[in-house]
Structures are given as C-alpha cells and as structure tokens.
C-alpha cells in the first residue's frame, strides 16, 4: 500500500486475500471519517478545506485562504505557512493512530503474500529469463526493422576489409535537422592507417564517431545507412577522442584530459612479433589532427593515407579566393551560396572527406575576423601569421635542398668506393692506369659541383651520372 493524499494504492489486486481485503476496508472506513470532518469544517468556516496526510503529523485539515475566524475548541494544534492554515483536533489524532496500525497490518501481510508468491513462482525462473531474453530479441530486431526501413538503410557484408560508400552518420540521419552529408569509409590491409586533417568543426570527430556508430551497427545485426557497406569484423574498438569534466570526481576538462594521457605516458608495454606468422590482418588506425607535420609520414609508409575536409570562405590574408577553392565549391554548393560567400566573410563547412592533405590555413583568423569587436586583434593576427608563414616558406626552401645533397654525397661515396674495391683488387701494372682515372675523377667532380647550382635536378641526375661513368678495366 502506498500513502497519498487521496486513497491508499494497493500492490495487490481486491479478492486475492481474505485478511487483506477486511484491513483495506478498515482503511476505507478512517478515510470516509476523514473526508466528513472536512466537509464540515469546510461548511462551518464557509472556506476551502481539504485533508493532508503525512508521515510526521498524519492527518491533518488545511484551511486555504486567510483565515481569521475563532477555532472550535477540540484543535490541539494550530500551523500557519503562507496564507493556508493547518489544524489537527483530537478525532484526526485518534484517526491517524488507527490509519498508522492498519497500514502497518497491511504492509506486513502483503510482505508475507509476496514471499509466498516468490516461493511458488521461483521454481519457473528459468523459464522467466528465457521469456525476457525472448522479448528484449524481438523488441531489438522489431527497432532495426523499423529504422531501417524508415531511413533505407542497406544490408552490409563481411569481408577482410572495410568499404563503405556514401556512408551517413546514423544519429545524425535520425534526429538531425538536416540530411548528413555522405562520406566514403575505406580500409585494407595495404592502407590500414588514415590521418584527417581539416579545421575545427568541419567533421573529423563526427566522422569518427560514425565509424564506430556503423561498425557497432553492423555487428549487432541491424541493417546500416549508405549505398554499400562491407565490413571486417573487429574484436575491440579503441577510442580517445575528447575527455569532458567530472563534477562528481572534481575534475575540470583540463585535469581529466591530463590524467588521462599521464595514464597512457605511465604504462609501458613491450612486445615483438607476436604470433607474427598467424596474424593475417592488421588493425585500422584512423586519425584526426590539427598538426601538418604527421601529414608527412605517409611518404615514408605507404599503408598511410591522408585525407582531409575542406572549408570554403572568403579569406581576406589572400587577395581573392583561389581557383581551387572555387572549383572545390562548385562540387557541393549552389551559385547562390557562393555569391553569399563573396558578399559576406562567412565560413562554409562541406563536411565532404577528400584525399590529401587540409591546405586550408588561419581558418581561425578568417572565423575570429566574423566578430566586430576583434578587428583589432584579427589584424595583428594576420601580421603575425605572414610573418610565420614567410619564415616557414624559407625554412622549408634551405630543408629541401638537403635531400638532393644528400642523395649526391651518397651516389659519389658509392663511386669512390667501387674505385678503391677495383684498385686493390687490380694488380701493380694498373696502377698507373688507376691513377690517371682518379685525376679524371677529380677533375669530373669539381666541374659537377660549379655547374650543380645552375641545374635543376634532372641536369644534376645527368650530370652526376656522367661525372662517375669509369672505362671498363680489363684485366690481362
């Protein structure tokens, strides 16, 4: 039985326990007592009177309104609280007694009937178990069924890679305001590691998310949105994405985020070629970065592909937009949206993943220079931006001629080791020959160098490869 203000609810239903249903009648008797004291209280004040029952003061009558009348002389306690007044007389004491002892009896019996009905019932558990299981299966394939259809959601394969085309983000393509914007998802084992660079909010965590969301999707069963879906089925999904604060654990997003990367820095694991020969597949890396510079590793592993999103605005540090930008537009936007984009220095987010590297820079600058009040600081910080950019672009000017030095140094250490394999390998009548050739060497190496400067790096090829060419020494 459960206390209100109106009558009790009851747990179980009339009728099924004799004891039961002569204490609910008792119950029903206080409460009729109850409702007539307050019909008459109600007609003797000529003001609105209803009944409370709590479990520190039991029953009591609230008068409502302000009441400046004289109070009949069976109330023993009198309590104000705004304009309502709360009364108790000596009949509503003796009320709530016997209300308390009958709800006591009540809750007691209904304990003992319900051990006795676990008890009846506790040999069919098992069954029960079964029976929820059986529910929860189809109530999960009757949701799948129906989202589904609704959203025409494709049926995926499995295979040794992932290949999704026109892959959509299934939150989104539920509950979003507006159609997500499609995107392919590929995966092998000759490109098993993808790096996505892009500007804040153009979709690289979302697009994360969604392919969790989808290989989650696909695993458990249920059909997943795109045009064509083939997945390799995973054991584990690993994520670090973003940390948010903990109030409970007094944690600020920084704190939580430091923790949790002092967690990572303090583990050490060391392994190698683990069951090198059973490993048939490697696993998928997907990463998302703000940092240019790991956009370089994929020239030194070729399993690493880079893709990035684009943005298209009106950048002001630039003269005007570039054509690549404008044919960039042209692939996903109307003519009236780029119109818009020349009028206003706004920013537009294609959400559309593409290969190669994010070229989109101080997309900051151009989304901070939106806000009036920042002119100032967004004109110091184009300042500061051509300067970085100047002294990156000589920086990397003097890196780049370091390869090619490099590469020369390599090829005529090589020349020069294979000459003096040859001369100790020669015997004495060909010294004099040997030493005649290292005089052309020299004299080949020394015109290569003066006239390296003025080629470009083909000629440099040419003439290296010329400078180094030896006659065939035969030997007698």
């Known amino acids: ?90 009949q509503l004491a003796h009320l709530s007694d ?24 506790r040999p069919h558990f098992g069954c029960m178990y079964k029976l929820v299981e059986a529910i929860s299966i189809i109530d999960i394939i009757q949701s799948f069924a129906e989202v589904s259809k609704a959203r025409d959601y494709i049926r995926p394969i499995f295979g040794s890679n992932t290949k999704i085309i026109k892959a959509r983000h299934p939150i989104i393509d ?24 892009g500007p804040n909010m153009s979709g690289k965590s979302t697009y994360l998310r969604q392919i969790a969301l989808l290989q989650i999707l696909a695993q458990i069963g249920c059909f997943v949105p795109a045009e064509q879906a083939r997945f390799r089925i995973v054991n584990e999904i690993f994520s670090k994405i973003r940390q948010h604060d903990n109030l409970f654990m007094g944690q600020s997003t920084f704190s939580s985020e430091i923790n949790h990367i ?18 048939r597949s490697e696993s998928f890396v997907i990463l998302a970065t703000h940092l240019q510079q790991l956009t370089s590793i994929g020239y030194i592993y070729r399993n690493l592909a880079n893709y990035h999103f684009d943005i298209i605005y009106n950048d002001k540090i630039h ?45 900051g600058i151009t989304l901070a220079s939106q806000i009036e009040d920042l002119q100032t600081v967004v004109e110091l910080a184009k300042c500061i931006a051509k300067y970085y950019m100047r002294k990156k672009e000589s920086i990397i000017n003097q890196i780049s001629n370091i390869p090619n030095l490099l590469m020369k140094r390599v090829i005529i250490m090589k020349s020069f080791c294979d000459l003096i394999y040859d001369i100790s390998n020669s015997t004495m009548q060909f010294i004099e020959q040997q030493r005649i050739y290292l005089e052309n060497f020299q004299k080949r190496m020394h015109q290569y160098w003066t006239t390296s400067s003025s080629h470009d790096d083909d000629d440099d090829n040419n003439i290296l490869v010329e400078s180094i060419s030896s006659p065939t020494i035969e030997n007698n």
Do not use: W
């Open 1 to 90: 039985m459960v206390k209100s203000t109106n009558r009790p609810k009851y747990f179980s239903y009339s009728g099924f326990d004799e004891r039961l249903d002569s204490l609910r009648a008792d119950v029903i008797v206080v409460i009729d007592d109850v409702e007539s004291l307050e019909k008459e209280f109600s007609e003797r004040f000529n003001m609105p009177v209803r009944y409370n029952l709590t479990n520190t003061r039991g029953f009591s009558l609230e008068i409502i309104g302000e009441f400046k009348g004289i109070l009949p002389t069976n109330v023993v306690s009198v309590a104000k609280r705004q304009k309502s007044t709360f009364i108790t007389t000596l």
């Open 98 to 121: 016997r209300f308390e002892l009958l709800y006591n009896d009540i809750c007691l019996l209904t304990d003992q009937i319900i051990l006795i009905l676990l008890g009846k019932i």
């Open 319 to 363: 003269s005007d937009i570039d054509n690549d930008s404008i044919n960039r537009l042209h692939h996903f936007q109307s003519q009236t949206i780029f119109d818009q984009i020349k009028e206003q220095n706004t920013i537009i987010y294609s959400y559309i993943l593409r290969p190669g590297i994010c070229k989109d820079l101080h997309y």
């Open 174 to 197: 539920l509950f979003g305001q507006q159609k997500p914007i499609p995107n392919d998802i590929e995966l092998c084992k000759e490109m098993n590691v993808i790096l996505i660079t």
């Open 262 to 279: 002092a967690f990572i820095l303090n583990c050490l694991a060391l392994a190698t070629s683990i069951t090198e020969t059973l490993c």
